[in-house]
């Protein structure tokens, strides 16, 4: 979340940053971001494989233990932990771009290469009402100055096919159905699924006897496939592939701390409000910082922005809470 975040954070403060110019406002801060946190884009596609870390498993292995599925029970247990609040931070995107593009226009800060273009219009309707339906980004741009709930988007529909595959009740008709998912899919989307494989797959041979050989099959095929067609989309998948595979199969052979599950679980609830607002939020802070206080700094105005994607995310998080199901 943090490479994400802070490469985000870097990108927006000083879009056009060379090493070489000590004038640049917020320097040590546009430096900090661009040097240590140049991963964002493999860390969002890891942070979709991760979501089918736990999930995709425990699933299967109540199939295997012949766990009555009900799939209003599954559905609730994902409303719960990830569409309230997801929704609540499209509601808040749309809020915050409303108030954020009145205040500054196309001005700085919102004056970055990635929504320059972008204004409060009737598309503005058809894209929060899309990305509170999850479809994005199929059939809909990601809400606003909110380009990370595109991970969202992804993670809410493999949760929903998963859901339907469950409904044949045998381990074996579940992998058929991904495989058939897997390939139709792949007519359509290249990146739906080949996310959907690294999302599914691990979960999937987590239990099996020949782990091992099915773990190199499996980098085998997403390789090879990426290979067949190349774009720099599909090479970060296969990235974070492979660095999901390194921490939670090399790293736990060694080392599994107790509790490991829960606290993850944790450390998700606690990150996923600022993950899915931190864009909009510190953009928003960040303006009215810079455009309201007098002679206001680039370092003031990125504690600012910090302040503001805390106080966002708690506030999405806590009202989330109150309307679980």
């Given at each position: ?194 996310l959907f494989f690294a999302w599914y797959v691990p979960g999937a041979i987590r239990g099996a006897q020949n782990r091992l050989l099915l773990t190199i099959l499996s ?80 370092y003031l105005a990125f504690f600012v922005g910090i302040t503001g994607i805390v106080m966002a995310s708690l506030a999405a998080l806590k009202a989330s809470e109150r309307?679980?199901?």
């Amino acid at each position: 979340m943090l490479q994400v975040a802070l490469g985000h954070i870097g990108s927006f403060i000083a879009p056009q940053f060379s090493i070489s110019d000590l004038t640049t406002p917020g320097y040590l801060i546009v430096l900090l971001c661009r040097t240590f946190f140049r991963f964002g884009e493999l860390s969002a596609y890891l942070f979709v494989i991760l979501s089918g870390h736990f999930i995709v498993a425990n699933c299967i292995e109540r199939i295997k233990s012949r766990v009555d599925f009900k799939l209003i029970n599954y559905a609730r247990r994902r409303a719960n932990r990830v569409f309230f609040v997801s929704a609540l931070c499209v509601c808040l995107t749309f809020i915050f771009d409303l108030i954020g593009f009145g205040i500054s226009g196309n001005t700085y800060p919102y004056d970055h290469p990635a929504i320059i273009n972008y204004s409060i219009s009737p598309d503005s309707i058809r894209e929060f009402i899309g990305n509170l339906l999850f479809l994005q980004p199929l059939f809909v741009d990601p809400m606003g100055t909110n380009g990370p709930l595109w991970t969202i988007g992804y993670i809410v529909q493999f949760y929903i096919v998963f859901g339907v595959m469950q409904l044949t009740k045998r381990e074996r008709l579940v992998h058929v159905s991904a495989s058939i998912i897997f390939l139709i899919m792949f007519q359509f989307s290249e990146e739906w699924a080949l996310l959907f494989f690294a999302w599914y797959v691990p979960g999937a041979i987590r239990g099996a006897q020949n782990r091992l050989l099915l773990t190199i099959l499996s980098i085998v095929a997403i390789v090879t496939l990426a290979i067949l067609e190349p774009s720099r989309a599909n090479w970060l998948i296969v990235a974070a592939y492979g660095t999901y595979l390194f921490l939670f199969l090399c790293i736990s052979n060694f080392y599994t701390p107790k509790g490991v599950g829960r606290n993850l679980n944790f450390v998700s609830n606690l990150t996923l409000p600022l993950y899915l607002i931190h864009v909009p939020a510190f953009l928003l802070t960040y303006a009215l910082a810079i455009h309201t206080i007098p002679n206001a700094s680039v370092y003031l105005a990125f504690f600012v922005g910090i302040t503001g994607i805390v106080m966002a995310s708690l506030a999405a998080l806590k009202a989330s809470e109150r309307i679980k199901i």
